[in-house]
């Protein structure tokens, strides 16, 4: 027996049959459109989702910049706070007339009668 064999069986023209054959002729020529409009939606979605997935990823990284220039800010708010600090309490100081008298002397080497002012290097 060989494995190709032709049927010689005779079809039957029957109303069903024509019916079940015009079936298969039509979903054989729906199969490849089905196919492609898959590819297609596929395609679309892929392409879809690749724009939100860089979109989040840029997002994050310019999310995770701006934390770190907000710790920076940060700390550069607090040394400023703590000049304000330093420079409000200089304010206070330079309303003494006892503390002026003491910074000329220093910075401008005034004396009182009677004093002598010997400098010192610094090392």
Do not use: C, W
């Not at 395609?43 to 910049?65: K, N, P």
């Not at 934390?67 to 700390?75: M, N, P, R």
């Amino acid at each position: 027996m060989s494995v190709l064999q032709k049927n010689n069986v005779t079809k039957l023209q029957s109303q069903y049959a024509l019916e079940q054959e015009e079936k298969e002729k039509r979903a054989s020529r729906r199969r490849p459109i089905v196919m492609i409009r898959f590819m297609l939606v596929s395609m679309i979605l892929v392409a879809l989702s690749s724009v939100f997935l860089y979109a989040l990823h840029s997002q994050s990284a310019d999310i995770e910049a701006k934390i770190e220039d907000k710790k920076k800010l940060e700390q550069q708010l607090g040394k400023l706070e703590k000049q304000q600090k330093r420079l409000e309490e200089e304010i206070k100081r330079l309303h003494d007339d006892d503390y002026i008298a003491e910074l000329a002397r220093k910075k401008y080497f005034l004396s009182k009668e009677g004093e002598i002012i010997f400098t010192v290097p610094e090392k």
